[in-house]
């Protein structure tokens, strides 16, 4: 979490849309993702630690996170209501016509950003499986913010919600259970099921649309929302599974695809559960209220998920230009030079000794990182690093998640801030 930072971030004045790929929104939803675990049994599949246990779900965790999430989610998604506006004539008929054209819209779509971007890599297995870790915060423990509806006394709906969950749960086979299923997925490709093994990896995107789950199912005021919210992902996931089952499987030939069969077959069924059950009744007995809450929720749910998966795709780009952001570094290093001596550009001075490892984050500006003495491995993200000695250097390009760790005795290296690389080629 990069504690030493995170003191200095200010998360008062909430996120406007332009800004939730900064810095400091990625350090609050690292804090806030952290914090909605405590609601979640976890339990290690080898020796259980009873201290380690205890302290994880003791009343000071849980105090403190049910005391800070509400603060949190009002920095980071208070933009939605500026960017989302919802008129407020909508009735059952007029959701139905609005849902439904969503609905063919996105059984005509052949391909999505996130499998363009995998299929078009320089490395598609690599951004397979970087993938298939951004699905992972919410596959693993799939239905457990959905199983927060379970409880309470709220008529046909509550039923017909249940269901759905069932269907996740596996139907209390556990081999059948839908994040059971993922973590074949997982194996198969040769990755670690154990939840938040990857967690430096997590990208800001991914961890904004867990968190905007978590606020909606954890929130009860915001059920009206979750109703719009599951009936987007259920209906959306018909289509997009089908076509990231397939990027994934061009990638990795021998990807256990069954958990993406199983969503393409049975979101056909939900996503007609989901409107006929939840939509539909919901309207009927709680009016224009209820449909507002229900479109507004459908639509941040679509433009959260959309923020996510630009997210993946720029991340993508960036390990696939690494070689170019080390050209682009020797392009410039002699302007950047003259202009430090000038005193017009900031500079952080390191060093740093052998297997130091800088946590993965990210700059809100274009960074020149140049080693002056040692070896470093520059992390450009999952799977993908490059070695710059004595010398040497790269263009670290704003919110992209890197990292670093040290691989000779000592390292020095210095951090520029060059703001736009542009500027200077």
């Keep these: 979490l990069r504690p030493h930072v995170i003191k200095y971030l200010n998360f008062t004045k909430p996120l406007e849309t332009g800004e939730t790929c900064n810095y400091a929104a990625f350090a609050a939803n ?39 999430m509400p603060y949190l989610e009002k920095y980071l998604f208070s933009f939605l209501d500026k960017e989302i506006v919802v008129s407020d004539n909508w009735s059952v008929k007029s959701v139905e016509e609005y849902f439904k054209g969503f609905a063919e819209q996105a059984s005509k779509i052949t391909s999505t950003p996130a499998t363009e971007a995998i299929l078009s890599s320089n490395q598609p297995s690599v951004s397979a499986r970087d993938w298939l870790i951004q699905l992972a915060p919410d596959f693993l423990i799939e239905s457990s913010p959905m199983a927060r509806y379970a409880s309470g006394n709220y008529g046909p709906i509550s039923s017909s919600l249940f269901k759905i969950i069932i269907d996740e749960l596996g139907y209390g086979e556990h081999d059948r259970k839908h994040s059971s299923l993922f973590e074949e997925t997982l194996k198969s490709a040769e990755l670690s099921s154990e939840p938040h093994k990857y967690w430096q990896y997590y990208l800001n995107g991914s961890l904004l649309l867990a ?6 199912t954890r929130n009860r005021r915001y059920f009206f929302r979750y109703i719009g919210a599951i009936y987007q992902a259920e209906t959306g996931f018909i289509r997009t599974c089908a076509l990231w089952r397939d990027a994934l499987k061009s990638a990795l030939p021998s990807l256990d695809v069954r958990y993406f069969d199983e969503h393409c077959h049975i979101d056909i069924d939900h996503s007609r559960m989901a409107f006929d059950s939840l939509v539909k009744v919901a309207i009927e007995a709680y009016g224009n209220y209820a449909a507002q809450e229900i479109v507004r929720g459908f639509e941040e749910a679509r433009f959260v998920s959309e923020i996510a998966e630009k997210d993946f795709v720029a991340q993508v780009k960036w390990k696939d230009e690494s070689t170019l952001n080390t050209t682009r570094y020797k392009q410039i290093w002699p302007a950047v030079q003259a202009a430090y001596k000038a005193g017009e550009v900031d500079i952080g001075p390191l060093d740093e000794p052998r297997n130091e490892l800088s946590i993965t984050h990210s700059h809100d500006g274009d960074e020149l990182c140049h080693v002056s003495e040692g070896t470093m491995e520059f992390l450009n993200g999952f799977q993908h690093s490059t070695i710059l000695k004595k010398d040497e250097g790269i263009i670290i390009q704003r919110n992209r998640l890197h990292g670093a760790l040290i691989q000779s005795e000592n390292c020095k290296y210095e951090i520029y801030s060059i703001k736009d690389v542009y500027r200077w080629l």
């Design 211 to 216: 968190n905007y789950y978590n606020m909606i």
């Design 30 to 68: 690292r804090i806030l993702f952290a914090m909605n675990e405590v609601d979640f049994l976890m339990l290690p599949s080898g020796d259980l630690k009873p201290k380690d246990f205890e302290d994880r779900y003791s009343n000071a965790r849980i105090s403190q996170a049910h005391l800070g």
